[in-house]
């Protein structure tokens, strides 16, 4: 009885790691053919902006305010946001290009309210950095949060490897939200998914806010700031298993511009953001000769894991029949033992 329990335990082992190994190897073929397949679509983001744009007129203005926005190309400098849904990707990208809680229109990048997600696909837009008159051009791309669809995240490669260039990744993160474990492993599939970009990435703290009444908050529940940020880079090391630590920086997107301290804040905040874009090495997207062969690689690899998976197909229904049979021996096994107490009752009854 003992080794047919076993050998039933090893069989629902083995059929778990077949499924999960079937789904995951073509999960990632899929997202990786995709990779490479990618370069092909969206040509209309090649158009490259012009510095001399921003200094012609031909910019959206907004009344009151400095914000310039240029439509329809891409400025040399490229940043890309990241993060969870509702972490404040939007705004803060909003605010790269100028608005403000004093912004009397809607920025570039709409903004999602409660469980209601913004951003429902990958998208840039190019302008002024911080929306100022005489600032650097650069092209924001946001981006929907890691638990959106694998259609969303596959747009995003797209336009990512059609950018083909980007200076850096920005990673939101909630203040007061949780380091899952879930968060941990979509970070991970962004990481192998576009290769070595750690090193261009930065963290920005949102909903981290300088007004009077947040400061006095942490203040009675100690909550300190560099405190915070020793914290979130020990855990950014551990959890994404990284040997350095990553810059973190404090941008309140929703800062109140008429107030001195939350202005000052944030350009403080956004200058230390800038210095490190200037130093950071261009995170470069897969060439085409890699492409065609990574293609060629992916195709081979597929048809081996194709005829490995169907093995386990086969191994699966080989299982399931040792399932039935073993308990049809666990059940003759059950009778035999009840059959056997019972006798041994009828002995004691009439033998003592």
């Known amino acids: 009885m003992c080794t047919a329990v076993t050998v039933c335990d090893l069989r629902i082992s083995r059929e778990r790691l077949c499924d999960t190994m079937c789904k ?5 073929l899929f997202v990786f053919i995709s990779l490479c397949c990618c370069s092909k679509r969206h040509g209309e983001v090649r158009q490259n902006c012009s510095s001399t744009i921003l200094r012609q007129g031909a910019v959206q203005n907004v009344r009151y305010q400095q914000q310039s926005l240029v439509q329809g190309c891409v400025f040399e400098r490229k940043i890309v946001i990241v993060g969870a849904q509702g972490s404040g990707k939007s705004s803060l990208g909003n605010s790269f290009l100028g608005w403000s809680l004093n ?54 490669v797209w336009l990512l ?23 941990a492993r979509s970070l991970k599939t962004i990481g192998r998914l576009l290769g070595s970009i750690w090193r261009n990435t930065v963290v920005v703290v949102s909903h981290w806010s300088f007004d009077a009444p947040s400061r006095f908050r942490r203040r009675n529940t100690r909550v300190n700031k560099n405190r915070y940020e020793e914290q979130l880079a020990d855990t950014l090391k551990e959890k994404l298993e990284i040997d350095f630590e990553m810059p973190i920086y404090f941008v309140d997107s929703h800062h109140n511009n008429l107030d001195r301290i939350e202005k000052r804040h944030f350009e403080s905040e956004t ?60 059940d003759a096994q059950n009778s035999l033992i009840e059959f056997m107490r019972r006798q041994i009752d009828h002995m004691k009854r009439t033998c003592l």
Not at 24 to 28: L, M, S
Not at 168 to 178: E, S, Y
């Open 271 to 330: 200058a230390g953001l800038w210095k490190f874009l200037q130093n950071a090495w261009t995170w470069k997207s897969i060439t085409k000769p890699d492409i065609d062969q990574a293609v060629r690689d992916v195709k081979r690899k597929f048809g081996e894991l194709q005829e490995k998976c169907s093995v386990f197909v086969e191994e699966k229904v080989l299982f399931r029949d040792l399932e039935v049979e073993n308990e049809v021996k666990i």
């Open 103 to 156: 912004s009397l229109r809607p920025g570039p990048f709409p903004v999602g309210h409660g469980v209601e997600a913004g951003t429902l696909m990958s998208s840039y837009s190019s302008g002024a950095w911080l929306g100022k008159e005489g600032s650097p051009g650069v092209t924001i791309v946001d981006t929907p949060g890691f638990n959106s669809s694998f259609e969303d995240m596959e747009e995003l």
């Open 24 to 28: 995951i190897v073509i999960i990632f």
């Open 161 to 183: 490897a059609d950018l083909e260039e980007v200076d850096l990744f920005v990673l939101v993160f909630k203040h007061g939200d949780r380091f899952s474990s879930e968060l």
